[in-house]
């Protein structure tokens, strides 16, 4: 059962640029571990309740996390059980949800500070001390409060701390619509927040609305589809050698099975006529750079399985393919070459289909949907 739950989900062929670049075209804002999307808000409202307050940066920091901490009582208290960041770790909470949903506040508009989070930190006496001087800087300071967040940002709640939950208002939502239509207009989650249906599926390019979407947005569906299928295969010949390198009888043929399917499941025709130039083209994204190596080994493997699937996992030209990947990859720390990290393994590591982050933004879509 723990095979096919999968915990293990690492980038262990090195695909992370080319997957984050389709993810951050379709779903800006969005990682995969942000939970739910009041957090959106949540942040800027404790953040916010610092900024004037006397401290050091340090001192304020410590403030903060706490506030944070207590942030996840009041969500359990409200009755949230599902989607809580430190629901069991409490006091021990390593990753803030600041930490998690800082970068999604800036892509969104939401955070207008330009700086991480240390540096916001850094600043907050500065604006205290600003805030305590004439009223010429006092007007200054006004002037840096309301950049550090957007002005549109609704009210908190005045119990925040004490109870809460992932509902949103309807101003709260309509909010965090006009925000992604300022900063991602173009993109698909823009588009799909302003629909009546959620569209359940398990993969963006199941929506049951993919006809309706805007042009440029449902051409890299497409191609994130082949390409997902495509390489889906690479990932389990992957791990088929690492358990026959194991010798266990049980993952060996689970696997094989898994690469049946995918070569049965896989659309040949579909495939022999994508345009490998094209995908390339669309994928490319500012903010990630894929290298000559990693184009390499896609268009490599590519044209393997063009060649013929069903034999693709006897394949020594296959095999080698993915193995030479991994081992460039992580050195000293590959699995084909380090029996004690080999040993490690715990059955399944990046089996799974790409899904370019669709269920975080599934499920911040949904509680948009729901709000009230």
Known sequence: ??????????????LGAIRDSIADHLFPGTSTIQTRLRYMLFIPWILRRLEGRDGTASQLSTEGRGMEIRLSDALKAGGETSGVIGRDAGARL??????VYWAGLGTWGIRQFPGSRETYYATLPTVRRRRQRSDVEAEGFEDLQSGSWHPGLPSAPADLLETASFSLTGDEAQFIRDRLAASARTSLLNWLAGQSENGQCA?????????DFPTEARRLVEHAEIFSGIIHGASLLYNLQLAELRAREDWIELYRGRLAQWAADLDVQRLAEWSLADFWREVDHPT???RPALIRFVQDWVALARMGTVDLPDSEAARALVRDRERRLKTSQSRFANHAVRDRWGGASGADRLSFRWGQAQSHLGDLLNGQ
Request: proline letters at 6%; zero cysteines; charged letters at 20%.
């Open 94 to 99: 390593q990753r803030l949800p600041s930490s």
């Open 1 to 14: 059962m723990a095979l096919f739950q999968e915990k293990e989900s690492r980038d262990e062929l090195g």
């Open 203 to 211: 993969y963006i390019w199941q929506h049951p609305a993919l006809g």
């Open 288 to 290: 990630h750079t894929i």
